[in-house]
């Protein structure tokens, strides 16, 4: 039976040790918190620094915020949801599906609301994490970090931008309070994000400018609403629903052909795209400056019936001379042009490859996260885990990101390997599990050899998939079936690892090596 974990029993205890302690909450953390819970593990606990569960979909409100991979798919295999109102569902749908599924698996109570963890450092004496959050220290046996890579906002570092005197907020901390109706607005940012705000915004308010500094690349949204006799065929058909899954899966598969394997053949996407260009924006001067200049994939492939035709609209500019200065109300561009502004939005994406919460996790050798990404790049092995840092997994982690199918899919994959891994340490009386970093290198490398063929590295473009050394550390290389089967067991082989038994005859915990 689940033990109540609330502010009071937590505020009242010095350090509370855990089994295990889960980091996020989104689709990953939870998903994880479920499995352990079928599996009968109650000694965990999920640190959640929102006050629910969902992650970016709690936390993306934005107007028109919806998901680009339809919701059939993009959902947990084991809570399909027949209810769903359209094939792309709507960020509010979403984040109630989540919620539905952790009320319906009842894992409520395995986690700590509210909870920001603020550390965790790895004492090599006790083999255990010490977690620090605004809600009390916590040691614990392993801890896996689920926060995912779009969580913590990025700012432009643009000059004057703290000079602002108007409304000012990211796209993904959107400021309900304020009503943009009637005024002058800028969004700064072309991503996808910026490409539903857009139309969202775009008939209600004064005059809007588009900061564009890249053009992307944009295809028709299939999206529409599921007539009642195809919902009732989800519900009451036994596999309708499983078969319309799996289409949807195998359609997006085939796009790993064009974007990883043999990039020439997105030409064809290409043209699509020109095709939706040259019938949705009536100006030519507009329409050459929103063409894209890499090839289509390099960057994420947005979907959009409404961004184009929003762009065309009389009250919108499509702004891209680079912005030199922000101004208490104004944005001065490079040309030397100023233009008002009553509010700004910026939709500039995330830290993926520089995350903050990177800088307070510290592993084995005293070094944080940062100072290891920093060194060797953002590697990991099968996105799960990092050497140096013993008894941390990660859902999310290096090389597991997609652009063209559903992230639901390798959070699953991930959480078998995971629980298998968590059962492992627990069957085999581990103390310590660390992968080894020359299995860790050797993957890396074939990882690296498969991406330089891909559309990521050889389109032209400059995308938050890369990190400063150049290298792709956030996308998976191949068909995410590939993943699934590489992650089906956790392979205690690739790890050193450590018993209690280890422990009492050697103090410096002598590595034993797997059967
Ligand atoms: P993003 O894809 O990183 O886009 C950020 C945008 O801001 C880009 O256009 C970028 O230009 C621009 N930008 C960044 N810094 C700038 C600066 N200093 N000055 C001017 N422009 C600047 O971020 P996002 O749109 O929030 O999307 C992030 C990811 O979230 C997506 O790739 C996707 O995985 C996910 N997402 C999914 C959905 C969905 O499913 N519908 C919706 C939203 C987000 P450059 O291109 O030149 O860098």
Request: charged letters at 25%; a neutral charge; aromatic letters at 10%.
């Amino acid at each position: 039976m689940s033990r109540k974990v609330t502010d009071n029993t937590v505020a009242n205890q010095p350090t509370r040790h855990l089994r295990t302690i889960i980091i996020g909450s989104g689709f990953a953390g939870l998903g994880l918190a479920i499995r352990l819970t079928q599996q009968g593990r109650e000694d965990f606990l999920v640190l959640e620094r929102g006050s629910d569960v969902g992650g970016t979909w709690r936390d993306n409100t934005y107007p028109g915020a919806a998901c680009d991979v339809p919701s059939h798919l993009y959902s947990y295999s084991f809570a399909l949801n027949p209810e769903w109102s359209r094939s792309f569902s709507r960020q509010e749908e979403i984040q109630a599906y989540i919620k539905s599924v952790a009320d319906k698996y009842n894992v409520r109570d395995k986690h700590l609301f509210d909870c920001d963890v603020t550390g965790a450092r790895w004492n090599a004496e006790t083999t255990q994490w010490e977690v620090t959050t605004n809600k009390g220290d916590f040691t614990a046996d392993t801890v896996v970090s689920a926060v995912g890579a779009l969580c913590e906002p990025n700012l432009p570092d643009i000059k004057g931008i703290n000079s602002f005197a108007g409304e000012f907020f990211h796209s993904a901390r959107w400021n309900h309070d304020s009503d943009l109706a009637g005024k002058r607005v800028a969004v700064i940012g072309t991503g996808a994000s910026a490409i539903q705000i857009v139309p969202a915004i775009a008939g209600s308010v004064e005059h809007l400018d588009v900061y564009q500094r890249t053009a992307p690349w944009l295809l028709p949204r299939m999206d529409r609403p599921y007539l009642l006799p195809e919902r009732l065929a989800f519900k009451h058909i036994p596999g309708v629903q499983r078969l319309s899954r799996a289409a949807i899966y195998a359609a997006r598969e085939t796009q790993v052909v064009g974007l990883a394997k043999f990039p020439p053949l997105m030409r064809g996407f290409e043209a699509l795209a020109k095709a939706k260009l040259a019938r949705e924006i009536r100006d030519p001067e507009l329409r050459k400056k929103v063409t894209p200049n890499f090839r289509i994939g390099c960057k994420r492939m947005l979907i959009s019936n409404e961004y184009y035709p929003a762009l065309d609209r009389d009250n919108v500019d499509v702004v891209t001379d680079g912005i030199a200065e922000i101004r208490a109300n104004s944005i001065v561009t490079k040309d030397g042009t100023e233009r008002e502004v009553d509010a700004i939005v910026v939709a500039t994406g995330f830290h993926v490859t520089d995350s903050p919460a990177y800088e307070t996790i510290y592993g084995r050798d005293g070094r944080s996260l940062t100072e290891v990404f920093d060194d060797i790049g953002q590697q990991g092995y099968k996105g799960s885990a990092i050497a140096n840092f013993p008894n941390m997994f990660f859902l999310l982690g290096p090389n597991v990101g997609l652009g063209h199918t559903s992230m639901v899919y390798m959070i699953e994959s991930q959480i078998n390997y995971i629980a298998d891994a968590l059962a492992t340490f627990e069957n085999r009386g581990l103390r310590t599990v660390e992968v080894r970093r020359s299995t860790q290198d050797a993957y890396n490398s074939a990882l690296q050899k498969k991406l330089t063929k891909s559309v990521w590295s050889t389109g032209g473009c400059a995308s938050w998939y890369l990190d400063k050394h150049g290298n792709n550390t956030t996308l998976w290389p191949d068909f995410t079936f590939e993943f699934r089967r590489i992650t089906r067991k956790f392979d205690v082989a690739a790890y050193d690892t450590t018993t209690a038994a280890d422990a009492s005859a050697r103090p410096d915990l002598k590595v034993v090596t797997a059967p």
